[in-house]
């Protein structure tokens, strides 16, 4: 026999301007739940967590609280009210029978400083004084509304472990795939407007959503046959019987508004990143490049080569200095110390995590256009922004809605769309999959995986970092930066594997010299020869000259009035910047096979 629920929603209801958000939704919380709570964004997810928490009342429905089991919400945003530190906020989550002791647990396991003003945290700092809040207690339900936003990879690993060990039962809202793979053992997805369980955890949920759906498009598709095949009995069918008829007829009416009912499943994003020219071979080069702030060393002699085409993914703690290495290699950094050197033809877009790139005050149109209309460019398409934003999701009404009023998620979209409308072929890409709904995860995951230019990219996301990169860079310590062919997961199995090896490294000298056996003759060094050496000391004074002719020649180009006015003169300058393009990307890769070659020999 089932243990009595702690928590049970039947029936609820709930209604925003007209449009039923909740209709007959059903919840169970039982002892040992951990349920992942699914669906798009603006499904309803947050608010059905709110209601359980008591935050917000339903229109209808009975929401039934075990009267003894405590209850702890993990808000998106916290609210720190008057507390006057960080050690104050999380005591307030304690009921009368905690212990104190978890307080200063909590907190230190989660680095943050008990004495510390919350006015001053960070945003991940205010996450984590947030967690510290409502894991202290040990409720009996705990409900998380994406407790992983604003956190680095150790603490969410951390998490994950902490709640793996709780007694709670556990609702979690979250993007992160794996977080929700490691510790839910139920899903339940909500889906316009009403809910459908899985006894499995998220691990199994996208596979049986798939065949819901599937599913779901077969029995509609009978239903239009079903009313076709009506329609033509009706017009041309024996009449003979008016009664019979005329119920058919009704039932036809029935039909027609059955389809009518039927809600599909919201469309998805559709994603592409607006092209450019192509970018020479070598996109960035970083020779032995160093970056301190306050003593502190973030970057130490970092190298690094990115060829056109790589997917660079950058990991690490919260302040490790991640957005300092990603702003050093994009140029807008300079280093301390070291050279870094960008390729030719670069066009960049960049998608910021602080999503400073909107305007809360102005509307959605004007921050996709700046200002400039309802038209926006689009690989060369000049698209009305009704039509492109359609594409992501919103609707015709929400083009004038100042972004301030917009949902995380929406925003998200909207900075998405914003930043895939500007012409690139270096996509920088900072926290990309915060607030994204896993089906626009999904899509985004594709682009990245599939984009023809270079892409950099910083993320906690492991699950996106696996299916989307060819490089991790990541930091050791001191300021020391190692690079690591694939994703998260291939990372942390070449970290494993490195401590045998460097062991073995260090123990080989010591074998070698007590062995008392001669050293093998080795045979004569390799190098380069005279014409390779004289190319490459040689072919960066030939680049720069060809940089700089063809800067000068795009400039007399970029004169709107020059073809009107001197067509001969236009047609003669695209055929020498087509000539110096050609001549500049032969030079770059001669240059860089000749640098390769040069480390090989040197190794």
């Known amino acids: 026999m089932a243990p009595p629920p702690l928590l049970r929603l039947d029936d609820v209801r709930l209604t925003f301007g007209g449009t039923p958000l909740l ?13 992942a709570l699914v669906g798009r964004n603006g499904s309803g997810k947050s608010t059905l967590l709110k209601i359980a928490a008591g935050i917000v009342e339903a229109d209808r429905g009975e929401v039934f609280r075990k009267p003894t089991a405590t209850i702890r919400y993990l808000a998106q945003e916290p609210d720190f009210g008057d507390a006057p530190s960080v050690e104050a906020y999380v005591a307030a989550g304690l009921g009368p029978a905690d212990d104190h002791y978890r307080v200063a647990l909590c907190i230190e396991a989660l680095g943050l400083k008990g004495d510390a003003r919350p006015a001053d945290l960070s945003g991940g700092e205010a996450r984590r004084a947030a967690l510290a809040r409502v894991l202290a207690p040990e409720p009996d339900i705990l409900l998380l ?23 709670s039962a556990v609702v979690v809202i979250s993007h992160d795939r794996r977080f929700l793979q490691k510790t839910t053992n139920a899903t339940v997805w909500l889906d316009r407007g009403g809910v459908r369980r899985l006894d499995e955890g998220f691990g199994s949920f996208e596979r049986w959503r798939d065949k819901v759906l599937d599913e779901e498009e077969r029995d509609l598709q009978k239903l239009s046959a079903k009313i076709e095949r009506e329609e033509h009995w009706l017009r041309y069918g024996v009449s003979a019987r008016r009664t019979r008829n005329q119920r058919r007829l009704e039932g036809l009416h029935t039909l ?40 502190r060393r973030l970057v130490e002699n970092f190298s690094t080569r990115i060829l056109r085409g790589d997917r660079v993914g950058l990991v690490g703690p919260n302040g490790a200095g991640k957005t300092t290495l990603l702003k050093m290699l994009i140029g807008e950094l300079q280093p301390d110390s070291g050279r870094i050197r960008q390729g030719t033809n ?7 995590q602080k999503r400073a ?24 398409e000049l698209r009305h922004v009704v039509g492109y934003l359609k594409d992501f999701l919103f609707s015709p009404e929400q083009i004038r809605t100042p972004v301030g009023m917009l949902s995380g998620g929406e925003r998200a979209r909207l900075l998405l769309a914003k930043t895939l409308a500007t012409p690139a072929n270096l996509l920088v890409l900072d926290e990309p999959t915060n607030d ?34 060819t490089m991790t860079v990541a930091p050791e310590g001191d300021g020391q930066w190692i690079e690591y062919a694939g994703g998260y997961a291939d990372m942390l199995a070449q970290r494993r594997g490195a401590e045998p090896d460097r062991r073995r490294r260090d123990e080989a000298p010591a074998k070698a010299q007590g062995s008392g056996s001669a050293p093998k003759a080795q045979g004569p060094a390799t190098k380069l020869s005279f014409k390779q050496k004289f190319a490459l000391e040689n072919l960066p004074k030939e680049i720069a000259k060809l940089e700089k002719a063809i800067a000068k020649n795009e400039g007399e180009m970029a004169d ?30 001669e240059w860089l096979e000749l640098e390769m070659l040069q480390s090989e020999l040197q190794g």
Request: charge should be negative.
């Open 23 to 35: 209709s007959g939704v059903e919840l169970n919380v039982l002892p040992g739940d951990r349920i």
């Open 560 to 589: 709107p009035a020059l073809f009107s006015k001197n067509p001969k003169r236009f047609d003669e300058l695209v055929k020498i910047l087509e000539k110096d393009r050609t001549a500049l990307s032969k030079a770059e890769d």
């Open 357 to 380: 790139a909107l305007r809360d005050d102005a509307s959605v149109t004007d921050n996709l256009t700046d200002g400039r209309g309802d038209q926006v460019m689009v690989n060369g």
């Open 436 to 469: 994204l709904d896993m089906e626009t995860l999904d899509l985004l995951e594709e682009l990245v995986a599939n984009y023809p230019g270079t892409v950099l990219l910083v993320s906690h996301d492991r699950d996106f970092l696996d299916r989307t990169v």
């Open 346 to 352: 670069l066009d960049l877009a960049f998608l910021d």
């Open 145 to 167: 509304d994406e407790p992983t936003n604003h956190l680095d990879l150790p603490t969410i690993e951390w998490l994950e472990s902490e709640v793996a060990s709780l007694k």
């Open 256 to 295: 027609r508004q059955e389809r009518r009912d039927a809600r599909r499943a919201q469309g998805n994003v559709v994603m592409k990143a607006g092209e450019t020219r192509e970018s020479g071979k070598l996109v960035i080069e970083a020779e032995e490049v160093s970056k301190a702030y306050d003593g």
